[in-house]
């Protein structure tokens, strides 16, 4: 038999492109799981927006028309519903006839769509640098878990400016011209779609113009600056016509100011509401990979770390509110498809590869969570109900009392923010993660090096603390007594507990906020050895972490409207730390 060369490349290009498919297919089935996510956030608005244009060619229409056309927003227009202007409408625009004649489900094929195109884009400027099998797995990756799953069925700007992002990346690396010039133009229709994105869409058209420049392509030069100087007259236009300003189209909840890059950007990454290693924690694993592929000067990888550089400055300020985890990541997405490339590539040792098979099996859990409670994530609004309630042996392994929070959510609720507390997670968290993330760097350069065993050891190392933080037991009933007076719990053990984190659970949990419950709580522990005193003020939440120390007693001061009321009837389930539950015998 004579051994034929292009039979193997037809063969792996076969499996490529049926790995695509299965990827284009798996995208499209877990739909069936979300149908039904509740309408809520920013998405009333680009809907109300596509409607209106479709009726009237503005954005105006009453809100009482927009309540006959689509009956399930009667109860929101019935509360006082009011578009808020300077929303952005181009993804409104092109929704409009599907919203129209379709309703929500057309809207939200748009981002179906949107989330295909990503899928090609994505396999497709991995595999030259990857190989096909981790560029698919790397796709994977960033389509199936958080936070770009709920946002494949979700009618927000975010998945189309990912889409564009991807699509432009990809295509502005071609070595023809055609291609190129369709990368500068999706690149130059991001800043349309929200103005956030201004900053990706320059880069991106840079890339793609000293790509021409290096193929000393002269005509898609020239084509390339035409299309920009006709786009940047377009936005100009856009800019002035719907919002009456240049800088327009987006807001942000803090002022920007050096004093507050870490505390937002921390923020942005390790809250449990919106944060993204929160609810993908295998991100870390990316942002390794971004660093060890720079390292090798890797021109990907360096392109990646810019469209973030540029990405992460406008974007911290921001807050998601009420909308599904992790929000504002989703656009720059992509760049952690090509992380988690370089990170599978360079990854060395068992220890290391069960390290990062522990975060992402995290992230797949949380994504399962999803796809069986569709509607459960938007719950997180004063603690991580998902991981406390939600998520497996979550009697034996919870991080919910050891992340901290977004000062402007518990203000928005009445709640105190308890900065100090607040900024000691922070602090606590920033630390932690990096401290894995070193390791993970160093396991992937220096897997050659004069230590490899100890490299190959490191990142399971890291990640140790959080196990033994986070593995706790329920206490036992009959363990510790409850005293309610005024708006005073005592919790006493019969034996010193190493408590970690207290649930209480009054109905309803995902609700407790002011007037009918607490602002604050004044958290006092007294250690059992010297009977040692400390307070400190919390939030009030469904979970509330307790610093580590063997404690007899701990008391719950409420303040606020809702201290003497019906939290106290609520039931308190201490959580001490280790494998076994306290028992006290």
Known sequence: MIFRPGKTVDHKNGLFFSGIIILLLLTTVVQIC??????????????????????????????????????????????????????????????????????????????????????????????????PVIALLATAFVMLTFPVLPYTHLFYTELMMMALLAASWTCGRQNSTLPALAGILCALLLPFVHIRAALLSATL??????????????????????????????FLWHQFAFYGHLVAGASASFQPSLNGVFDRLTVQLTEFRHGLLTVNPACLLAFAGLIIGAWKRSSLAL?????????????????????????????VMPTMAVGMAFWLRSVSGLPARLAGGALVLFAVLNSRILLHHNSKFLENRLGLLTGDEDFPFHDRFDV????????????????????????????????????????????????????????????????????????????TAS???????????????????????????????PQMIPPGFPAALDITTIRAADGNQET??????????????????????????????RWKNAAFTPLATGLRRLRCH
């Open 34 to 131: 979300l149908i039904g996510m509740p309408v809520t956030g920013d998405e009333p608005e680009y809907i109300y927006r596509a409607l209106s244009f479709w009726r009237t060619g503005g954005f105006q229409m009453p809100t009482s028309e927009f309540a006959k056309e689509m009956p399930q927003f009667q109860a929101l227009v019935a509360s006082g519903f009011t578009p808020i202007s300077g929303h952005p409408v181009t993804m409104s625009i092109i929704a409009s006839p599907f919203t129209g004649l379709f309703g929500v489900a057309g809207a939200r094929g748009i981002s179906v769509l949107c989330a295909l195109t990503s899928v090609v884009s994505l396999a497709w400027m991995l595999r030259p640098v990857a190989g």
């Open 205 to 234: 058209v840079l890339f793609a113009l000293i790509h021409l420049w290096q193929r000393r392509d002269r005509n898609g030069l020239v084509a390339g600056a035409g299309l920009c100087a006709i786009a940047g007259g377009l």
């Open 536 to 565: 400190w003020r919390a939030p009030f939440a469904p979970v509330a972490g307790i610093p580590a120390g063997e404690y007899r007693t701990i008391r719950l001061t409420a303040s606020g409207s809702g201290a003497n009321g």
């Open 479 to 509: 363990a510790f007594v409850v005293t309610r007076q005024d708006s005073v719990v005592t919790l006493s053990f019969n034996c010193p507990a190493q408590v970690r984190l207290i649930r209480i659970s009054a109905p309803p949990r």
């Open 303 to 331: 392109q990646a770390i810019l469209l973030l550089a540029v990405y992460l400055p406008p974007m911290i300020w921001g807050t998601a509110s009420e909308s599904w985890p992790a929000r504002f990541w989703v656009p």
């Open 400 to 475: 919910a009392g050891l992340l901290p929070w977004d000062s402007f959510d518990f203000a928005a609720f009445g709640i105190d923010p308890a900065s100090a507390l607040d900024e000691t997670l922070l602090i606590r968290a920033a630390l932690f993660w990096l401290a894995l993330l070193v390791a993970f760097v160093l396991n992937g350069l220096l897997r050659a090096g004069r230590f490899p065993k100890l490299t190959t050891w490191l990142p399971a190392l890291a990640l140790l603390p959080l196990l033994l933080a986070a593995t706790m037991r329920p206490v």
